[in-house]
């Protein structure tokens, strides 16, 4: 019946949200670290925006490396 429980229904965990939450952070972590060092070298050297574009690909690419690695 509507509304009631199912009680072979598989409980919503924490850990998953966990995990989800770890591994959005991971990727995020690496592009937004990526992107400060690119923009930094960019000020510092005169080179706008070829840095900047470097970092978010490597930021990204050490995103995504962490990401398996924790997974």
Do not use: C, Q, T, Y
């Amino acid at each position: 019946m509507r509304g009631e429980d199912d009680p072979e229904a598989p409980k919503p965990s924490g850990a998953a949200w966990g995990k989800a939450m770890r591994a959005s952070s991971e990727l995020l972590a690496g592009i937004f670290v990526g992107s400060l060092l690119g923009l930094g070298l960019d000020r510092l050297l005169g080179s706008e925006p070829w840095f900047l574009l470097a970092g978010i690909g490597l930021g990204f690419a050490a995103g995504l490396r962490n990401l398996s690695r924790s997974l």
